[in-house]
């Protein structure tokens, strides 16, 4: 789906990338809303996208009479605000030091690595060594052999 723009006088379909804003209200594309209302279900009409605020305030105070409640509304919707903003910063602050936790681990396993590295190339130079030492006492035995050959071939 998209908005028509004018462009060079042609008319052309913009794309929804992101949200929108419509009347002050931030619109999310239809799979973005999907998402947000599938990982925070709510029955909140608050919460809702089609929220239309006179029908809200309307089912808050459907009478002149009811408006005697008007402060204690206010002062409700005041407290989940600042529950709501707390939420947010305690959210915030756990995304931070999750953050800085998985820096932190990953520079632990980039050592690791490192750590690794070098101990496999200890190994090699140690076979490599362990290697040239076994060709020189399997010449050594041939050398041997030979001259015990050539002793027993003598007596």
Request: avoid cysteine; hydrophobic fraction near 35%.
């Amino acid at each position: 789906g998209g908005v028509p723009a004018e462009t060079d006088n042609q008319t052309s379909k913009v794309e929804k990338t992101g949200p929108q804003l419509n009347n002050g209200v931030i619109v999310f594309p239809d799979e973005v809303q999907a998402a947000i209302d599938q990982v925070l279900p709510s029955n909140d009409p608050l919460d809702q996208p089609g929220l239309n605020v006179v029908d809200y305030i309307n089912t808050l105070f459907p009478t002149e009479q009811s408006l005697t409640g008007l402060e204690d509304t206010i002062s409700e919707l005041n407290t989940r605000v600042e529950n709501i903003e707390l939420e947010t910063r305690d959210m915030v602050r756990s995304q931070v030091a999750v953050g800085g936790d998985a820096a932190a681990a990953l520079e632990e396993a980039q050592k690791a690595i490192l750590q690794l590295f070098s101990q496999i190339r200890d190994i090699k130079n140690k076979a490599g060594e362990s290697e040239t030492m076994v060709k020189e006492i399997t010449r050594d035995i041939k050398q041997l052999d030979t001259a015990k050959r050539n002793l027993t071939t003598a007596i």
